[in-house]
Structure formats: C-alpha cells, structure tokens
C-alpha cells in the first residue's frame, strides 16, 4: 500500500501542492475607479497611491490621481485638487526620497493651472511651485530619476525624450541629436548613470535602433550595448515595450510584445545581458500567448526581493501553461509552480507593487480575480515571498536609523552576503555583493528607502532613513 501511494504522489503535478493565493479581504474598493488606472506605488506606511485615466473613485470624485488607505477608502489627507484635468491623463507617478511625488502624462492643466506633462507635488498632493517642468510639447509616459537628482523623461513627439535639471528646468547638456523616431516608453536607469529606453521606435539620431537602446550619461548613444536586429513582431506589427529592468547582477529584463530579439525568439519577455546580448541562461519556452496564434502582452513586471518576477499582462497562456494574467517566474525563466493564482484575472494587469508587509496589489481592468469579483484594484493576501522574508526583518539591527554618513549592520539570522538599497519607486539607488557590516550613506539624497540584505539564508528587507 505505501508503495502504491509514493508511486501516485511521484506523478501529481506541483500545482497540486501549489500555496493558494487569495484575495485580501481588508481591502474593500467598492465600484472602484470609473476608468482605466495604469500606475500604482505602494507607500511604506501602507497607502496606496495611485495613477490613471480615471475621474472618480467609489463614486467621489478623484481625477487622474489618488491615494487610498490600506483599507481601500479615500485618503483626504492628500488633495491634489482638480488634478490633471481638461481630458489629460496621468501615465506615470514617481516618489521621490524626499517624499515629493512627480506625475507625468497627457495633460495641460493640473489643478487649473496651466502644466505641460509634468509637475512635482509635495507630500500632501499639492503643487510644487518651485518646480516648472519645460517639456517642449510631448505627452510623458515613462520618467526616471538620475543620482544627482534629475530627470529623464520620455514620451512622444519632438525628440521623444528629454533630461530635466532638479528645477524642472531643460537641461541643456543632453545632447541626443535627432533623437527617436517614434515614441518612448519606457526607461531605466543603470547605477553606472547609463540610460536604457524602450519604446516603438525603429532609430535613434537616424540610426536603426529597434524597440531599445542604451545612451551614455550625456544622451549619446552607448556603442557598448549591441542590440543587433532589435526587437521584432510582425511585418505588419510594431514591437512594443513597456517595461526595462536592470537586476542587481546588472543583467537587463525586457517586457512587452515582441516575437523575438536579435533573430532569437522569446515571446514578450527577454533577459539580456549588460552589453546587449541575449542572456541564454533565461528561457520561457513558447513564451506568453493569448491563444495558439495571438502573441501575449506583458505589462507589469515586479522583481520580488528573494529575485523572482512578478508578471502580469494580457495573456492566457505561459509556455503552454494556463496562466491568465498573472504568473511568477523563476530566476531561469520556468514558471514557478510552487503557487497557485487558480483561474486568475479575467482582463488586463497593468502594474504589480509590493507592500512592506509582503501582500501584493494588483492594478488592471479586471472585474474578477479566480472567479471573485473584485474592480481594477486588488490585494493579494498570500504573501508571494517563497519564504516570510518581511518578517524575519526582526532579526535585523539597523543603527543609527535615521542616519546621515554610515549605517551599521547587525544580522542575527545568518551571513550577509550583500545589499541593495531601493527607493519609493523601486529603483536600485545603491548595491554590493560583499560581505558588510558597515554601509557608506553619505551620498544619499535626504529620504526613505528600504535596504535590503541577501544572507546564506533568505533576503531580508527594512526601512532606512536618511537624513
């Protein structure tokens, strides 16, 4: 009889012992928000912020922009006033660490006044006035900040993209000659100051770049990074790309809906390495699909702090697997089995954060979630860690916490190996791979961050305060 009961539990898929995923019921959205909201940021008190092409929320009016408490309901604390109005869109928000919030997209007017495609907001929602973003008419849809504290924003027309002094002013030393042909989309930055961009386009400065590009510091571009043939979809489809990682090992994650990259396929997500080439060691199989002839699209990409992704989109299909709109992949690219989305998002995902407790939130077009009903915004209650890596911060001595020049390390759960310091938005700002007990904070910007620390055991996470 044993026998017989090992022999069926060698062939039961893992699925079976999947760890379920399931709703948050402490988030109530009620009917949500009246249209498409395209960018969330969970903040590290627990609200939610967040972006879109929306004009109200729950029934109370909410244009563009809005921050909710952890429950679900309205934030008033935070009044952006009439917002991004007369038709605009908000197709990005980044928090900077001073906690001053960057809002950029489609719009000509924010809270009546006249703004063109981007402004900067103090923490309570209301205008920075010292900043006066000089975009030359071109709608955003991606920004990202620099070190020193600048800004690089793309978007469409004119040369696509632009670099931004602290003031919001035009900085003059960006020098991208003709710049891109079709719009950007997408942006990174590299903690060597390099700038990766994604988009529609097919040439930069009028040479072929297609789909991604890499530009040196001062906007030219980088001979380094060999993108071959580019990106391709269809002779009738231009690819797309909407989302540029760089990983702590500075290897390069590419989303959006393509065929293939440099002649080698992957369906709607690569992994490159840092000069360009195809990483090999990255491989999805027939990649993501809506059906056996109509390609997925990826949209929302989060890389989890024990190094796995977190991948929504509009897709039903992963290598073959029954996946609907969202998965999480290995480090290799295989699809991680050991948990269990059940019949998953019946429309879109659009952006994926991670809150400081561990509870994902998922942002999108569905109005279900494994047969629930649940509008545009959801909690996933589950924490998606493969192990309780929020918890075991306990462990974690941080001191002095705020700090100014150093902060020191004291780990009672194993060896550090190394750290990343990340922040608001998600971007690295700060990494080493060696073994610390000691970390130089003297060149951080005055804000809240969160450091991470990977050990022998686990990676383990904690807000850090500059000063």
Same mark, same amino acid.
Request: overall charge negative; some cysteine; hydrophobic content about 35%.
């Given at each position: 009889m044993h026998k017989k009961l090992l022999f069926f539990l060698s062939f039961v898929p893992t699925a079976f012992f999947a760890q379920a995923v399931s709703l948050d019921p402490a988030l109530v959205v009620g009917t949500s928000f009246s249209n498409a909201a395209t960018e969330i940021i969970a903040m590290p008190d627990g609200k939610i912020l967040v972006g879109g092409w929306f004009t109200n929320y729950n029934g109370t009016a909410a244009n563009r922009i809005a921050k909710l408490n952890s429950d679900g309901t309205l934030d008033f604390s935070f009044n952006p006033g009439t917002a991004a109005s007369n038709g605009g869109d908000v197709n990005e928000i980044l928090v900077l660490p001073d906690g001053k919030i960057i809002v950029a997209g489609n719009f000509g007017y924010f809270n009546g006044i006249a703004k063109n495609y981007i402004v900067r907001l103090l923490p309570t929602g209301e205008l920075d006035t010292s900043f006066e973003g000089a975009v030359p008419n071109a709608y955003l849809n991606a920004v990202a900040l620099q070190a020193d504290g600048k800004l690089v924003a793309g978007g469409n027309t004119g040369k696509r993209i632009h670099r931004l002094n602290i003031d919001g002013s035009?900085?003059?030393?960006?020098?991208?000659?003709?710049?891109?042909?079709?719009?950007?989309? !997408?942006?990174?930055?590299?903690?060597?100051?390099?700038?990766?961009?994604?988009?529609?386009?097919?040439?930069?400065?009028g040479n072929a770049a297609k789909g991604i590009i890499r530009l040196n510091s001062d906007g030219t571009r980088d001979a380094s990074f060999d993108m071959g043939s580019g990106f391709f979809y269809s002779s009738n489809n231009i690819p797309s790309i909407t989302e540029i990682k760089v990983l702590d090992d500075g290897k390069i994650l590419v989303a959006g809906q393509f065929v293939s990259y440099n002649g080698v396929s992957?369906? $709607?997500?690569?992994?490159?390495?840092?000069?360009?080439?195809?990483?090999? $060691?990255?491989?999805?199989?027939?990649?993501?699909?809506?059906?056996?002839?109509?390609?997925?699209?990826?949209?929302?990409?989060?890389?989890?702090?024990?190094?796995?992704?977190?991948?929504?989109?509009?897709?039903?299909?992963?290598?073959?697997?029954?996946?609907?709109?969202?998965?999480?992949?290995?480090?290799?690219?295989?699809?991680? $089995?050991?948990?269990?989305?059940?019949?998953?998002?019946?429309?879109?995902?659009?952006?994926?954060?991670?809150?400081?407790?561990?509870?994902?939130?998922?942002?999108?077009?569905?109005?279900?979630?494994?047969?629930?009903?649940?509008?545009?915004?959801?909690? #996933?209650?589950?924490? #998606?860690?493969?192990?309780?890596?929020?918890?075991?911060?306990?462990?974690?001595?941080?001191?002095?916490?705020?700090?100014?020049?150093?902060? !020191?390390?004291?780990?009672?759960?194993?060896?550090?190996?190394?750290?990343?310091?990340?922040?608001? !938005?998600?971007?690295?700002?700060? !990494?080493?791979?060696?073994?610390?007990?000691?970390?130089?904070? $003297?060149? #951080?910007?005055?804000?809240?961050?969160?450091?991470m620390l990977k050990t022998d055991q686990s990676t383990v996470s904690q807000k850090l305060i500059v000063q």
């Open positions: 035009v900085d003059a030393s960006f020098n991208i000659g003709a710049g891109f042909d079709a719009q950007v989309h !997408s942006l990174a930055i590299q903690s060597d100051g390099k700038i990766l961009v994604g988009g529609y386009f097919n040439s930069f400065d992957s369906k $709607s997500l690569i992994r490159l390495q840092a000069n360009g080439s195809v990483d090999t $060691s990255f491989n999805i199989g027939t990649g993501f699909a809506i059906n056996a002839t109509a390609i997925g699209t990826v949209t929302a990409v989060k890389i989890q702090p024990d190094g796995k992704y977190l991948i929504g989109g509009n897709f039903n299909l992963i290598n073959d697997q029954n996946y609907k709109n969202i998965v999480r992949l290995n480090t290799d690219g295989s699809v991680d $089995s050991s948990i269990n989305f059940g019949s998953g998002f019946n429309s879109s995902v659009r952006a994926i954060d991670i809150q400081a407790d561990g509870k994902t939130l998922v942002l999108g077009d569905f109005s279900t979630y494994d047969g629930n009903t649940v509008r545009r915004l959801a909690r #996933l209650q589950t924490d #998606l860690l493969s192990t309780d890596k929020f918890s075991e911060s306990k462990k974690l001595i941080v001191y002095p916490n705020p700090c100014k020049d150093f902060v !020191s390390l004291d780990y009672e759960g194993g060896n550090i190996l190394g750290y990343s310091i990340v922040d608001l !938005s998600g971007r690295t700002i700060q !990494s080493s791979n060696e073994h610390l007990t000691t970390i130089n904070t $003297s060149n #951080l910007a005055s804000g809240n961050y969160i450091l």
